[in-house]
């Protein structure tokens, strides 16, 4: 088996029938500007325990209880759907600024965060969260960690992070490889922030193939994502290959 995209190990094969219910959890990308170029704060997991046991992650975690709001239903506009999905938004992002103060004792702003990505993992993943993905410029202050939640931490540039992960170094899951390989390439934060602004938000609703090398997870857009027969087919690509490292990123027509 091998390491899913947020979920730990993933058997191959998503039928509906194996579907868990799906949780809402945050994920915040903090940036600062190193002297050879922008950095990203990641955080290590304890090794024998948790979802993310020994993987290096950006600081986040669950939507809690106290995290909603009653107001918020009344402020969101739009279709049922539409409102259901900006409701969560606002409580995703209340859990996001929690979860940096708790994990590195940070203080950032809700609305300073930028929405870049909703993950949604595979239906056979053993806990399924939709992680809502947000990027902010890092606010002054010293780490402090969670004890019981991170035991390392390092300000890294996202080609030395995926250098490392490519060397088994370190351990990335899927979404943070792929949104490391999203920021390399930019020779400032504000440069990255104005990005993903433009940009918008990116969905990324994992299903799960094979190829010779192993498991791929595929995202919308991929010639094989409905049927993982056409894996080999002419057509459109946005795949990340995971069963051998370095894993291999391929996605075609996208900023």
């Not at 500007?33 to 704060?41: I, Q, R, T």
Request: aromatic share 8%.
């Amino acid at each position: 088996m091998t390491r899913d995209a947020q979920t730990g190990p993933v058997p191959i094969g998503d039928g509906v029938s194996q579907a868990t219910p799906l949780g809402v959890a945050a994920t915040v990308v903090l940036l600062r500007d190193g002297a050879d170029g922008p950095e990203v704060l990641l955080l290590e997991r304890p090794h024998h325990r948790g979802s993310f046991a020994g993987a290096w992650v950006f600081p986040g975690g669950g939507v809690d209880p106290e995290d909603h709001s009653s107001a918020d239903a009344a402020a969101s506009r739009g279709s049922a759907a539409a409102a259901g999905e900006a409701a969560e938004q606002l409580a995703a992002r209340r859990a996001a600024v929690r979860e940096v103060r708790e994990e590195t004792g940070l203080e950032v702003s809700p609305d300073a965060l930028t929405s870049t990505a909703l993950w949604i993992p595979p239906l056979s993943a053993p806990k399924r969260m939709r992680t809502w993905f947000y990027l902010t410029t890092a606010p002054a202050g010293t780490i402090v960690l969670a004890a019981d939640e991170v035991i390392d931490y390092a300000w890294l540039r996202p080609a030395i992070a995926l250098e490392r992960h490519a060397s088994d170094v370190m351990t990335l899951v899927a979404p943070t490889w792929v949104t490391l390989h999203g920021l390399q390439g930019f020779e400032s934060v504000a440069e990255i922030v104005a990005h993903f602004i433009e940009r918008g938000l990116a969905h990324y609703e994992t299903r799960l193939g094979a190829s010779e090398r192993g498991q791929v997870l595929f995202w919308a857009g991929d010639v094989a994502y409905d049927d993982q027969a056409d894996i080999e087919q002419k057509g459109g690509r946005h795949r990340l290959e995971i069963g051998q490292v370095p894993w291999v990123y391929t996605a075609s027509d996208r900023a």
